[in-house]
């Protein structure tokens, strides 16, 4: 099997953005270690703080978001990041050439229930004469993306990852310490019969998503015609990764559940970054509006709302608002 530097060569992949993505996968190694440690490694449960979200933070969010922190701003390849855990961007080598945006543990509900999580990230090239300081720079439609990927810490530790050559599984194999290439240019199907979605929300849809999974669960005594299963992992790096590996609808709608808030997943380091993949492999990212990749983001944490997955079956739900 093939290491990750040989495969991202292969893919002709610049040797800086080579470095720099070594550089964020040393940080997840640690974090699967520290995963995988669970009750032994003292970091379940919450902290007392909260992020700019008002989401109250893990123990272990806030240990990978350091440990993040500090080896990309270290690293010198990155002129500043932007992470769930921070408020705003952190500015680091004035001459780097890149911005990374991360999740650092996305799933964090799934911690402390030994459950699937994960971390996500999204790459982008840094505006030439900007301040490192000014979050601006992050103001790039996921289109602008170099790399994206997210590592999956399960039974196995995979690494899912596309820059612009379609979308590669990798495992880290603990016998050396590296990722292996296991899949090259995954395809999703463009049919399937499974969806994703919160169903406790369903009252708080809109009116074109309410009658598509009603037609979903209606079956084949339905306007469908076939059955449909139902999987909520409650981690989006889990629910993409199955979609990724044999289809699937993946969706988080709008919902009036909050006035203020209509949408819950974030633009630049979950949505975006999964959309990359996705239509890297064939599939499609869309709001009921539009391509997520052409959204020009406004803020650091804006959220949208997200319909991906098996291009047939997202079109299909996009009939419902036409
Ligand atoms: P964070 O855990 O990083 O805040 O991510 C949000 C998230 O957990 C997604 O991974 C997941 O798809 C969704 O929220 C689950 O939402 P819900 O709590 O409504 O099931």
């Known amino acids: 099997m093939q290491r990750l530097s040989p495969a991202l060569r292969q893919d002709n992949v610049p040797l800086d953005l080579i470095a720099l993505i070594k550089t964020i996968l040393a940080a997840t190694k640690e974090i699967s270690f520290r995963v995988s440690q669970g009750h032994l490694g003292g970091l379940l449960g919450s902290t007392l703080d909260e992020n700019i979200q008002g989401e109250v933070q893990k123990k272990l969010d806030v240990v990978a978001n350091e440990l993040f922190k500090d080896i990309l701003l270290e690293s010198g390849f990155v002129k500043a990041i932007s992470s769930e ?6 500015a680091g080598e004035e001459y780097g050439k890149y911005i990374v945006s991360f999740d ?8 402390d229930i030994n459950s699937l999580i994960g971390t996500i990230f999204s790459i982008h090239k840094a505006p030439e004469g900007m301040d490192a300081s000014d979050p601006d720079m992050f103001k790039q439609s996921g289109n602008k993306q170099v790399c994206a ?75 469908r015609g076939k059955n449909f299963n139902m999987r909520w992992i409650a981690a989006m790096v889990g629910d993409i990764h199955r979609v990724l590996c044999r289809g699937g609808i993946f969706t988080y709608p709008a919902d009036s ?13 979950e949505a975006n970054p999964m959309s990359f993949l996705i239509e890297q492999a064939g599939g499609t ?26 291009k047939n079956e997202v079109e299909k739900c996009l009939s419902y608002y036409k």
Do not use: C
């Open 104 to 111: 650092p543990l996305d799933g964090s509900s799934n911690i």
């Open 257 to 269: 559940k909050k006035a203020e808030q209509p949408y819950k997943l974030r633009l630049m380091y």
């Open 85 to 90: 855990e921070e408020d705003t961007s952190v």
């Open 149 to 223: 990927g997210y590592v999956l810490y399960g039974p196995s530790t995979m690494l899912v990852m596309t820059t612009g050559s379609g979308t590669h599984f990798y495992v880290l194999d603990r016998t050396h310490g590296g990722y292996l290439l296991v899949q090259r240019n995954v395809q999703i199907p463009a049919d399937t019969q499974e969806f994703a979605i919160n169903m406790s929300n369903q009252r708080f849809w809109q009116r074109p998503m309410q009658n598509y999974i009603n037609d979903l669960i209606a079956g084949d005594t339905g306007p």
């Open 285 to 310: 990212a869309v709001t009921s509006e539009g391509r997520i990749m052409d959204i020009e983001p406004t803020s650091i944490h804006q959220r949208v709302e997200v319909i991906m997955g098996s």
